[in-house]
T-cell receptor
């Protein structure tokens, strides 16, 4: 079975600074990887996903993530954050043939002015 | 296109009662899945329905059940409520429920058990 570890439960950062949210996964087979964002009082929405091909994936709102197979990581980055990026971020993994995605426990990104 | 709609938005119940939550997926989506979100446990998968059949099930007791109708709308039922059932219940839909598909989430039903 696959598992997902989000190493930081909370990441505080100042506006316009860069940020990296870390995600590691474990699985014995090839996987699909996702990052979702949850704004207060809302459901989750997809930021980006990695299925295959280029290891650098670009998503919405200026976010990008890099798939590193040797380190089994899929870290999310943004070069310059805004106040509006304050939200909960979830990394998720699923494998081919099995629909059930496994979610990490989430990282709360707090952007200070 | 309308998004995933969950009703009600908030619900307050007492221990021992039962509750039914509703989810209307995006038009054309045949897969509906349910998640329980709590601060301590994060998102935990409850079950997934596809074409009126439960296709996948998470590790929850039998008090948690669901069903899907022919129009893909889904309901989730929790019987004999416990305090620990207090959570945000999220519904998500996708076209075919394939593992490489994007999930579309509703805003959730916040259940409080007193």
């Amino acid at each position: 079975a696959q598992s997902v570890t989000q190493l930081d439960s909370q990441v505080p950062v100042f506006e316009e600074a860069p940020v990296e949210l870390r995600c590691n996964y474990s699985s014995s087979v090839s996987v699909y990887l996702f990052w979702y964002v949850q704004y207060p009082n809302q459901g989750l929405q997809l930021l980006l996903k990695y299925l295959s091909g280029s290891t650098l994936v670009k998503g919405i709102n200026g976010f990008e993530a890099e798939f590193n197979k040797s380190q089994t990581s899929f870290h999310l980055r943004k070069p310059s954050v805004h106040i509006s990026d304050t939200a909960e971020y979830f990394c998720a993994v699923s494998k081919g043939g099995s629909y059930i995605p496994t979610f990490g426990r989430g990282t709360s990104l707090i952007v200070h002015p | 296109k309308a998004g995933v709609t969950q009703t009600p938005r908030y619900l307050i119940k007492t221990r021992g009662q039962q509750v039914t939550l509703s989810c209307s997926p995006i038009s054309g989506h045949r897969s509906v899945s349910w998640y329980q979100q709590t601060p301590g446990q994060g998102l935990q998968f409850l079950f997934e329905y596809f074409s009126e059949t439960q296709r996948n099930k998470g590790n929850f007791p039998g008090r948690f059940s669901g069903r899907q109708f022919s129009n893909s709308r889904s309901e989730m039922n929790v019987s004999t409520l416990e305090l620990g059932d207090s959570a945000l219940y999220l519904c998500a839909s996708s076209v075919m429920g394939q593992s490489n598909e994007k999930l579309f989430f509703g805003s959730g039903t916040q259940l409080s058990v007193l």
